[in-house]
């Protein structure tokens, strides 16, 4: 029974690898961001009609960029898992990380332009302070697994931001 458990948990964090660790910090700094512009708009909320058509417009195409990005990812991942082997195509030839990478610098501001509330995107700092500390742990996992093929990538491909090396 405890193999099994231990078994799961690898499965599982193999699966999500460290991502919970990364987006619980941003999806509650983003709550508390969100609870902030609602208590006190005249200091969490962009002033009104700040660049509104603008913004909104600028938000919504984020937002839809980071679920883009996000389904992408994940297809590709799911693809990849299933035939054992690493991913250097498509969304991951952008970044090494697609999915961090929507939430963090897609969605997350994004949301702070559609909303006007500035405060969301401390969910983006939140999370990539996290990202900075549980990333390591993925590539560590990612290296073992791949190994020099994994080291070449990874020194080819930013980790977030897409961004040409």
Same mark, same amino acid.
């Given at each position: 029974?405890?193999?099994?458990?231990?078994?799961?948990?690898?499965?599982?964090?193999?699966?999500?690898?460290?991502?919970?660790?990364?987006?619980?910090?941003?999806?509650?700094?983003?709550?508390?961001? &969100?609870?902030? =512009?609602?208590?006190?708009?005249?200091?969490?909320?962009?002033?009104?009609? +700040? %660049?509104? *058509?603008?913004? /909104? @417009?600028?938000?919504?195409?984020?937002?839809?960029?980071?679920?883009?990005?996000?389904?992408?990812?994940?297809?590709?991942?799911?693809?990849?898992?299933?035939?054992?082997?690493?991913?250097?195509? &498509?969304?991951? =030839?952008?970044?090494?990380?697609?999915?961090?990478?929507?939430?963090?610098? +897609? %969605?997350? *501001?994004?949301? /702070? @332009?559609?909303?006007?509330?500035?405060?969301?995107?401390?969910?983006?700092?939140?999370?990539?302070?996290?990202?900075?500390?549980?990333?390591?742990?993925?590539?560590?996992?990612?290296?073992?697994?791949?190994?020099? =093929?994994?080291?070449?990538?990874?020194?080819?491909?930013?980790?977030?931001?897409?961004?040409?090396?």
């Amino acid at each position: 029974m405890e193999k099994e458990e231990k078994n799961m948990g690898s499965q599982r964090e193999m699966f999500f690898g460290q991502g919970p660790k990364m987006i619980r910090p941003a999806m509650l700094a983003a709550a508390l961001g &969100g609870a902030a =512009a609602w208590a006190w708009p005249s200091v969490f909320l962009f002033p009104a009609g +700040f %660049l509104q *058509p603008l913004r /909104a @417009l600028i938000g919504w195409m984020l937002v839809l960029a980071a679920f883009g990005l996000y389904f992408w990812g994940m297809v590709r991942l799911l693809r990849a898992m299933k035939e054992d082997r690493l991913d250097t195509d &498509g969304p991951f =030839a952008l970044v090494r990380h697609p999915m961090y990478s929507a939430w963090l610098v +897609f %969605l997350f *501001p994004g949301l /702070a @332009l559609v909303t006007g509330a500035w405060a969301i995107v401390a969910a983006s700092v939140a999370g990539w302070f996290a990202f900075r500390r549980w990333a390591p742990v993925e590539e560590r996992s990612m290296l073992d697994r791949f190994g020099p =093929a994994y080291e070449r990538y990874r020194e080819q491909v930013p980790a977030l931001i897409p961004i040409p090396r």
